[in-house]
């Protein structure tokens, strides 16, 4: 069984600094990935960024980085210089052997101007 | 390169109706996911094909529910007969299995009201 915990159901940031949204994990297997997708108010799921449980180093892409911490079992999206078109709602996911995405409950960030 | 194609984008169907779904994966892509999102479950799979098999329906919800993959390039999901229950987004997602990062692609979704 898999599970993704996103404690954060709602945060707000100044545009330009950085934000940090939170996520958890828990899985049996030893070799699984970790994801992230926006889902802006338009409804549509979109590819972040992605983490292996073996890869040595965090994944970044672009102003997006994931702090992983396996031994914590956390995921975390940092966002760096945020802009006001990344006001969406942010999810975490897993997915191992099975290859399914489990999905967390979401975080909604909002960029403030 | 286009992504994964669904239809319709929205649905309206009265409650007892049959609806059919559809979804195009990405070319080249071997597996295949149908979602559903509602506020009260967030976000949960249905079912997975992997070359076309289904692999995994554990998430069907009941018997109303179908899904078939007649080929690597489309694949349908049926509701028959529909409930007011059922109204939700679907979405379909597609993956390349087997290069290790397996990351599965999204697509628009169909919004689909049971009235």
């Known amino acids: 069984a898999q599970k993704i915990t996103q404690t954060q159901p709602g945060m707000f940031v100044q545009e330009k600094e950085a934000v940090t949204l939170d996520c958890t994990y828990d899985t049996s297997d030893p070799s699984y990935g970790l994801f992230w997708y926006k889902q802006p108010s338009s409804g549509e799921m979109i590819f972040l960024i992605y983490?292996?449980?073996?890869?040595?180093q965090n994944a970044t892409e672009g102003r997006y980085s994931l702090n992983f911490q396996k031994a914590r079992k956390s995921a975390n999206l940092v966002i760096s210089a945020s802009q006001l078109g990344d006001s969406a709602m942010y999810f975490c996911?897993?997915?191992?052997?099975?290859?399914?995405?489990?999905f967390g409950s979401g975080t909604q960030l909002t960029v403030l101007p | 390169d286009a992504g994964v194609i669904q239809s319709p984008r929205h649905e309206v169907t009265e409650m007892g109706q049959e609806v059919t779904l559809r979804c195009k994966p990405i070319?080249?892509?071997?597996?295949l996911f149908w979602y559903r999102q509602t506020m009260m479950r967030g976000l949960e799979l249905l079912i997975y094909?992997?070359?076309?098999?289904?692999?995994?329906d554990s998430g069907m919800p009941e018997d109303r529910f179908s899904a078939k993959m007649p080929n690597a390039s489309f694949s349908t999901l049926k509701i028959q007969p529909s409930e007011p229950r059922d109204s939700a987004v679907y979405f379909c997602?597609?993956?390349?299995?087997?290069?290790?990062?397996?990351?599965?692609?999204f697509g628009p979704g169909t919004r689909l009201l049971v009235l």
């Open positions: 996911a897993v997915a191992g052997s099975a290859r399914q995405l489990t």
């Open positions: 094909f992997n070359n076309n098999v289904p692999i995994d």
């Open positions: 070319s080249g892509h071997n597996s």
């Open positions: 997602a597609s993956s390349s299995t087997g290069t290790g990062k397996e990351t599965q692609y």
């Open positions: 983490q292996g449980s073996y890869d040595q």
